[in-house]
Every structure is written in structure tokens, then in C-alpha cells.
């Protein structure tokens, strides 16, 4: 970091890192995080007069490992290599507060079957004494039953209005959309007042509008509570403009730190060939994007006999609806993007399709031209040995220290248990013609990580773990929904884009993500609004 030689005031000195290495644990065996020491790197209060370095980012393929670092974790070597010498006076454990959103952490671990059960069983959509309320989650009543004091009252609607939560507040937890969830979660971890935050990818999950607001509202709180933040993002991603810092970490360690403009050249050095990369697929994806909207009666024409049909499907909770009168004509082996904002019921229309959802057999829809309705022999298992599908609530719930990348992706051959089952053993002998092939465009990776447990893997990984799971069995249908968000290795993403587009023709792709690069070719788009009359639109890209 420029001009860090100077000792810097202590008691505005959040962290102080000087010729550190770091380990997993204290045996001598244990390999270092980074080959290389870190020289220098330090983060102070926002306050600080001085304009010293409060609000960073952190880039590069190692951002996670070196978060991890800042937060706290891994073993320092020499001890005192790494000090928080404002913390250290009086620490309290929720000084610091580190966030990745890889799991649901802190929440039940629940596939989505379950969470519309519970909220069967529940009965009730808001209950204003409900324990595992939002409201609960945030103050954190809901784990200690405590008695919240009036000004912790007072900052949490602070909180709830900064972030979007309030008309949520009173609802179960475990009910929110993903992107609602993210929210509550940063929200959460701001009620502690942090003196220190850090996030990795803070914007995963979040809809256009949601980012620039969460963006926002960081800034604003971090002036108010004096927190200073650091923010994992990828290179791709836009650094929001508070951000005065930058560090990257590579391989190696970090490679490089300081002012935003400052490091400007040796950012732009560093990602030269990730750009290049990007661009290129860019402009592949955007080939054709001229979207013009068509009726359900234009699919129908088409040669191709409809695969899934949603016929007037409503779906409410307790008068909040989410789906009225809600038609769809999905043709076999088209490819569509489903785009709305966070809580616009896009994971609720797949989970119709998924059976996961108790409406879903009540003569709402047809798969194939059979329609779905109990009595109608078909079974939650004969509609999902069909279905292959990655989202975030299935990456919640692997078992990820007991099973290795290839034990997961042959998972994905076991039939009749659904897709959230991760016990089973898929037996390599089961594997297809077509099983193989796929697993072959991934031979060099399978070759490095296929025997790594999944929590060993990168985050490019684990998605692409599930991605091979969803689709090694070649199912009819193929659902995608944040499959490759936060994938920070743009090569490995393109391969999966390109083999969807060669290998996967045949197979009906419904794909959700909110950030274009990350979103397959499409053939059709489905746009929710999710206004108050549920208004919806189909489109073609042309
Ligand atoms: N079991 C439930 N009980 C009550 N409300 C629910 C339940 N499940 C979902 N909701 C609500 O329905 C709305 C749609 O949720 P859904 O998860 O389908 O949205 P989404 O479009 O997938 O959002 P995101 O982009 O954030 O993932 C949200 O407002 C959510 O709070």
C-alpha cells in the first residue's frame, strides 16, 4: 500500500497486517494460504481525518481467501503479525461481522417442499408475534427469546426501512425470496453495529434495484455507525463508487493495494485477459437480444408440441398474490430466461414445475399434455427423475464435508428420490453415453478437484458440480436458477453456456439470473412485474 511505511494512528486502526502469513491450524505441516507474506495492508475507521483506507474492496481470484484473512480467520504467522488494535481494549466477538452468501447460515436448512409446508402448517402469513418473525431474525430475538430495549426497537425500523424490509417485518423468516433474504441477512448483521464488515459478493441474488439500494443504504449506515466495509466482488462486477480502495488477491497473495486511482494500472494489467474473456463472451450472448413480445397463442403455432403448459394458475399466501390467471406455453426444448425483480415468484413458478409446490397438483398445469392433479398417477418422483436442476436452496444443502465433487455429480443419476437428495450414491456403471461425453468437456477439472470435498472446491466449483449434477442424467427438463452466480472463472462458465447449446438442443432450459453474462443464449423471455395485478409478458429474442 502507498505511503503505509508511516505508522499510522493506532486507536483508529482496525487492522494491521505486516509480514503475516497465514495457516489453517498451528501443525507444522499445514501449507500456507498464500505462498508469499502479506507486507502490508491496513484498514481504519471512517472517521479518521486523515482520509486512511476505510472502505475497500477486495478483487482477484483468491478475494474469499483473503476476506477470510481480514475477518479474522486462519492462524497469523508470527502471532502479532496481524493486530486490530482498536478492537483489542475491549473486543466483543460482533465487532467484526463477515458475511459470504454461499448457505443459508443461521437459518433452517430447508429444501423448498419444506418451506411452503411449514408455511401450510403454519397457517399464517404474518404474525405479529411471530418468534421467526424478519423483525426477530434482525434483533435477534428469535435465538434468545431477550427482551429488545426501545432503542434497539428504534434502530432495527431504521434497519427494516434502509434495506426494504418493512412490509416484510412480520413474516416467517424462511419464507423470503433469496434476494429478500440477502437483505434481512445484511440487515441482521448490521444490528450488532459493527465496527468492521465485510461482505463477499454482497449483491449475489440481488435484482438491478436492490443493488444500487443495499449499496446505498451500506454507505449511509457505515457514515452513521462509524463501520468501515470491505466487499468481495468479481472483476466484472461494478465497484460502487464510495469505494476508495482496492486490494487483489491472486494466487500468489496480494498482489497489490491502495487508492482506487492509484492502482488503476496494475488493476487494469491484472485483468486484462479476464476482460478479454468477458468481452468476447459478451457479444457472444448478445448476438441476437432484440426481444419482441409474442402471445402464448404464437407458441402454440409453432411446430413444436408445448412441453410444460400453465393453464390459469393462481397462487396466493394468504392474500398476497403472486400468480393470478397465469398462462405459459413452453415449447419442447426452448430456451427461456425468467427476469423479474426479488419477490416476483420466479423460484414459486419453478417450484410449481418441481411439484414442490402444494398448488402445483391442482389442474394448474401439464406436462408433456398430462395434466397434473392428484389421482392422476404420477408422482412427485416420476415428475423430478425428468427434471435436473441447480439453485441456491439445493446448494444449501449438500453435504459438503463428507462428499467429493464427483460423488455429488453422480448423485444426480439416482432416480426416484428427487433432486434435494444428496445421500445416494449414483453408480458410475449407470453413466450414459451422453453422462460421459459431459463429464469428458470437464476431464481437466475432474482430473485436479473431482475426489476434493465440495467445501474444498472454489466457488467456480461448486457451481459447476451442480451444474454437471443437474444435467448428467440428461433430463427432459433443465432448471437453472442462479446456477452460475458468482462463478468468478468466466472460461468455466462459457463451457457450460457452450454446452448447452451444443449438447443440451433438445432439452427445455428455463434459466433465472439477474445479471446478463450469467444467463445461457435464450430463445425466449419470460418478464414478471410483479405489480399488484401480476401483470407478465412473454418475449423473443430475435
Ligand atoms: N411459503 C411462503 N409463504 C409466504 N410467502 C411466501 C412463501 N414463499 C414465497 N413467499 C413470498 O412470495 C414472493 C415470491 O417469492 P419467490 O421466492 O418466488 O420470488 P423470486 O422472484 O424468486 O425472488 P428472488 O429474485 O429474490 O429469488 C415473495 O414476496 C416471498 O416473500
Keep these: 500500500m502507498r505511503g503505509s511505511s508511516r505508522i499510522l494512528n493506532n486507536s483508529n486502526c482496525l487492522l494491521r497486517i505486516q509480514n503475516a502469513v497465514f495457516k489453517k491450524d498451528t501443525t507444522k505441516l499445514s501449507p500456507r494460504i498464500f505462498p508469499n507474506p502479506i507486507s502490508h495492508f491496513e484498514i481504519y475507521r471512517p472517521n479518521d481525518r486523515n482520509n486512511h483506507p476505510s472502505f475497500w474492496t477486495v478483487l482477484g481470484p483468491e478475494k474469499s481467501q483473503l476476506l477470510q484473512v481480514i475477518s479474522g480467520n486462519y492462524i497469523a504467522d508470527p502471532p502479532l503479525s496481524r493486530v486490530y488494535p482498536h478492537l483489542a481494549k475491549d473486543f466483543k466477538y460482533h465487532e467484526i461481522q463477515f458475511l459470504n452468501f454461499r448457505d443459508r447460515s443461521g437459518l433452517d436448512k430447508v429444501h423448498m417442499s419444506a418451506r411452503y409446508e411449514t408455511y401450510a402448517s403454519k397457517g399464517e402469513l404474518e404474525m405479529s408475534d411471530n418468534?421467526?418473525?424478519?423483525?426477530?431474525?434482525?434483533?435477534?430475538?428469535?435465538?434468545?427469546?431477550?427482551?429488545?430495549?426501545?432503542?434497539?426497537?428504534?434502530?432495527?425500523?431504521?434497519?427494516?426501512?434502509?434495506?426494504?424490509?418493512?412490509?416484510?417485518?412480520?413474516?416467517?423468516?424462511?419464507?423470503?425470496?433469496?434476494?429478500?433474504?440477502?437483505?434481512?441477512?445484511?440487515?441482521?448483521?448490521?444490528?450488532?453495529?459493527?465496527?468492521?464488515?465485510?461482505?463477499?459478493?454482497?449483491?449475489?441474488?440481488?435484482?438491478?434495484?436492490?443493488?444500487?439500494?443495499?449499496?446505498?443504504?451500506?454507505?449511509?449506515?457505515?457514515?452513521?455507525?462509524?463501520?468501515?466495509?470491505?466487499?468481495?466482488?468479481?472483476?466484472?462486477?461494478?465497484?460502487?463508487?464510495?469505494?476508495?480502495?482496492?486490494?487483489?488477491?491472486?494466487e500468489n497473495g496480494l498482489k497489490f493495494s491502495g487508492k482506487r486511482d492509484e492502482v488503476f494500472d496494475q488493476l487494469t494489467e491484472s485483468v486484462k485477459s479476464i476482460e478479454g474473456v468477458h468481452e468476447i463472451h459478451e457479444r457472444h450472448l448478445n448476438k441476437h437480444k432484440n426481444p419482441i413480445e409474442i402471445t402464448n397463442e404464437s407458441l402454440r403455432q409453432i411446430d413444436i408440441a408445448p412441453h410444460v403448459e400453465f393453464n390459469n394458475a393462481s397462487v396466493a399466501y394468504r392474500g398476497l398474490v403472486i400468480f393470478k390467471d397465469f398462462n405459459w406455453v413452453i415449447p419442447k426444448g426452448s430456451k427461456w430466461r425468467i427476469l423479474g425483480d426479488n419477490g416476483t415468484g420466479k423460484t414459486t413458478l419453478l417450484s410449481l414445475i418441481t411439484a414442490d409446490h402444494p398448488q402445483s397438483w391442482r389442474s394448474v398445469m401439464s406436462i408433456n399434455g398430462i395434466e397434473r392433479k392428484t389421482g392422476n398417477g404420477i408422482s412427485f418422483f416420476d415428475v423430478n427423475n425428468r427434471i435436473g436442476i441447480s439453485s441456491p436452496e439445493l446448494h444449501a444443502l449438500v453435504p459438503e464435508h463428507t462428499k467429493t465433487m464427483y460423488e455429488i455429480i453422480l448423485n444426480g443419476l439416482v432416480k426416484d428420490v428427487g433432486n434435494s437428495n444428496f445421500m445416494m450414491k449414483g453408480k458410475q456403471?449407470?453413466?450414459?453415453?451422453?453422462?460421459?461425453?459431459?463429464?469428458?468437456?470437464?476431464?481437466?477439472?475432474?482430473?485436479?478437484?473431482?475426489?476434493?470435498?465440495?467445501?474444498?472446491?472454489?466457488?467456480?466449483?461448486?457451481?459447476?458440480?451442480?451444474?454437471?449434477?443437474?444435467?448428467?442424467?440428461?433430463?427432459?427438463?433443465?432448471?437453472?436458477?442462479?446456477?452460475?452466480?458468482?462463478?468468478?472463472?468466466?472460461?468455466?462458465?462459457?463451457?457450460?453456456?457452450?454446452?448447452?447449446?451444443?449438447?443440451?438442443?433438445?432439452?427445455?432450459?428455463?434459466?433465472?439470473?439477474?445479471?446478463?453474462?450469467?444467463?445461457?443464449?435464450?430463445?425466449?423471455?419470460?418478464?414478471?412485474?410483479?405489480?399488484?395485478?401480476?401483470?407478465y409478458k412473454l418475449f423473443k429474442y430475435t
Design 429 to 535: 456403471e449407470n453413466l450414459t453415453e451422453f453422462g460421459r461425453n459431459v463429464l469428458s468437456q470437464f476431464q481437466d477439472r475432474l482430473d485436479i478437484y473431482g475426489n476434493s470435498k465440495f467445501t474444498d472446491l472454489t466457488i467456480t466449483d461448486q457451481k459447476l458440480t451442480l451444474f454437471l449434477r443437474a444435467i448428467i442424467k440428461k433430463p427432459e427438463l433443465l432448471i437453472l436458477d442462479e446456477a452460475f452466480s458468482c462463478m468468478d472463472d468466466e472460461e468455466i462458465m462459457i463451457r457450460c453456456h457452450d454446452l448447452i447449446e451444443t449438447d443440451l438442443k433438445d432439452v427445455t432450459v428455463l434459466t433465472i439470473g439477474h445479471i446478463d453474462w450469467e444467463v445461457p443464449r435464450c430463445d425466449y423471455l419470460l418478464r414478471l412485474y410483479g405489480d399488484e395485478d401480476r401483470h
Design 131 to 250: 418468534v421467526n418473525s424478519v423483525k426477530n431474525y434482525i434483533t435477534g430475538a428469535n435465538n434468545y427469546n431477550v427482551k429488545v430495549d426501545t432503542q434497539i426497537i428504534d434502530y432495527t425500523s431504521q434497519l427494516l426501512n434502509l434495506f426494504n424490509l418493512e412490509h416484510l417485518q412480520n413474516k416467517w423468516i424462511n419464507t423470503l425470496s433469496n434476494g429478500q433474504l440477502r437483505r434481512a441477512r445484511i440487515a441482521k448483521s448490521l444490528s450488532s453495529k459493527p465496527s468492521l464488515l465485510i461482505i463477499d459478493d454482497p449483491f449475489l441474488g440481488l435484482d438491478p434495484r436492490a443493488t444500487d439500494m443495499v449499496s446505498k443504504s451500506l454507505y449511509r449506515v457505515s457514515q452513521d455507525l462509524g463501520t468501515s466495509i470491505v466487499l468481495g466482488l468479481r472483476v466484472q462486477d461494478e465497484i460502487p463508487q464510495w469505494i476508495d480502495h482496492i486490494a487483489y488477491a491472486d
